[in-house]
């Protein structure tokens, strides 16, 4: 019966214990926070978890205090409650961080311990590191470098311009447009860049650059803090080792040949000015405009083209006017021959008149014989050029070239006639 009653006292003993354990607030190992720095010796902490909630924090550099004999003090609000935006941080004023690090402290470490609005330990020493902090200084790098396209306000730049070049490609000439950064550099000043490209294969890149298109969006400022923290960390990550700049030339960054339209890099800018060294940074979409500026270009020889037979066809009907002249002036001519009826004073006025109007076209022969062989040399570079182009249109020319052998055959015709007058 003893033996019993120890069993079942056990038994009660071990379900008391697993109930106390059961009770007790289990203490997270990490807690995500960010840390912002608004002056000299003032920081802001945020925990993601307690910022919308009332909490009570104690913070010591040593993280083997004994929780009864820290100094635990409420929450307060980061801005105005009546923003409406307002959330509940821990923080260092100026006072209680040369309590808890004296007048010159050589680090930053300390520990924090957080009790919930139930007066449970939540957090535990959990090591805060206030040198980690974010500053003014990084969010307003973040803020210039997040603006894609934007010029900065450290180093300026100009990233509206565009790169204008005329590559033949089989013959065709092209306009292919594609962007590029100008560095509006100071005197005495060198500058180097590196151009990263945002790829799957390159994730914290990939990363940075889509933070970037989130930071601010977000109505929640833990969520912006958070963000604009990492961007810095990936920031700084990225910066190129000195082995990986190259020189800025005409004061002009070029994109890469093979970058097209929506590639997206970060390009690294850096400035050097005797012992003063400036980095920074921008993120960039390129531009590449070819295949719409390469249609234009057709349409344009195609158009000089037809222009140039256009004018073929107006000398051959000019051409053609003085030829069938000519003839029926040469008719007329042979048949004054044959009269014996009319005056000699008579058919000597016909035969000048005949002469006259006879050596007049042969002048506008000439004249046209000229223009011809000017317009069929531009004919021969047109076609050139439209020989490069599409093949649709091949039938077109097929008839020009048609025309300009017939107007060569009739001008050997007028060539035959002039000599026969």
């Given amino acids: 019966m003893e033996t019993k009653i120890k069993k079942i006292t056990s038994v009660l ?14 203490l997270a190992t990490t807690n995500e926070k960010v840390i912002l720095k ?4 003032e920081y802001l902490i945020y925990f993601k978890e307690f910022c ?15 929780e009864t004999e820290l100094n635990f003090v409420n929450s307060a609000k980061d801005q ?26 050589t680090s930053l470490v300390a520990y924090i311990w957080v ?38 306000d450290r180093i300026a730049i100009d990233t509206t311009q565009e790169q204008v070049t005329n590559p033949v490609v089989e013959g065709i000439t092209t306009t292919v447009r594609t962007g590029k950064i100008v560095v509006k550099e100071k005197k005495d000043s060198k500058y180097y860049y590196s151009l990263i490209k945002v790829s799957d294969e390159n994730a914290d890149a990939t990363e940075m650059y889509n933070l970037a298109e989130t930071i601010g969006k977000s109505k929640d400022t833990y969520e912006n803090l958070s963000a604009e923290k990492r961007f810095y960390e990936l920031y700084e990550k990225l910066t190129p080792a000195e082995s990986d700049w190259t020189e800025v030339e005409n004061s ?44 234009k270009e057709e349409d344009k020889v195609i158009n000089e083209f037809d222009e140039t037979a256009n004018e073929i066809r107006k000398i051959q009907q000019e051409q053609k006017k003085l030829y069938k002249s000519n003839i ?17 004073e008579v058919i000597e006025k016909k035969l000048l008149k005949i002469e006259t109007t006879v050596s007049e076209n042969n002048q506008k022969l000439e004249e046209i014989r000229e223009k011809y062989i000017k317009t069929i040399t531009e004919f021969k570079q047109k076609q050139q050029d439209r020989n490069a182009c599409s093949k649709d249109k091949r039938a077109e020319e097929k008839k020009h070239l048609q025309l300009i052998e017939k107007i060569a055959n009739d001008f ?3 060539d035959k006639e002039i000599d026969k007058l």
């Fill in 328 to 344: 029926k002036l040469e008719e007329d001519r042979n048949q004054l021959f044959d009269n014996l009826e009319d005056e000699p």
């Fill in 252 to 295: 002009e960054i070029l994109q890469p040949e093979t970058a097209r339209t929506g590639d997206k890099y970060i390009a690294y800018i850096k400035e050097e000015n005797g012992q003063q060294t400036t980095v920074d940074a921008k993120l960039l979409v390129s531009k590449y405009d070819y295949e719409e500026k390469r249609v």
């Fill in 52 to 66: 919308k909630k009332d909490f009570q924090f104690a913070i010591s550099k040593n993280d083997k205090a004994v």
């Fill in 80 to 105: 105005p409650a009546s923003s409406g935006e307002a959330l509940n941080v821990a923080y260092i004023d100026e006072t209680s961080f040369e309590g808890i690090f004296g007048k010159n402290p």
């Fill in 38 to 41: 608004n002056s000299n010796n």
């Fill in 412 to 414: 050997k015709e007028i």
């Fill in 115 to 152: 009790k919930d609005a139930d007066d449970k330990t939540v957090i535990k020493a959990e090591k805060i590191d206030l040198s980690d902090a974010l500053t003014e200084k990084m969010i307003a790098v973040v803020n210039t470098t997040t603006k894609a396209n934007e010029s900065t």
């Fill in 13 to 26: 003993l071990l379900a008391i214990m697993i109930i106390a354990m059961a009770s007790v607030p289990v």
